[in-house]
């Protein structure tokens, strides 16, 4: 494995954690429509 594809790889898994924590906190918020 080269330096670059595990940097892609590590570039990839903070999107993917970004993204799971953002909709998480979203899920926390009162839905606007009720």
């Known amino acids: ?5 595990l ?3 590590l570039e990839a898994i903070k999107l ?3 993204t ?3 909709h998480l906190k979203q899920l ?3 839905d606007k429509d009720q």
């Open 1 to 5: 494995m080269t330096e670059f594809s």
């Open 7 to 9: 940097d892609l790889l």
């Open 16 to 18: 993917a954690r970004w």
């Open 20 to 22: 799971y924590y953002y």
């Open 28 to 30: 926390d918020k009162p």
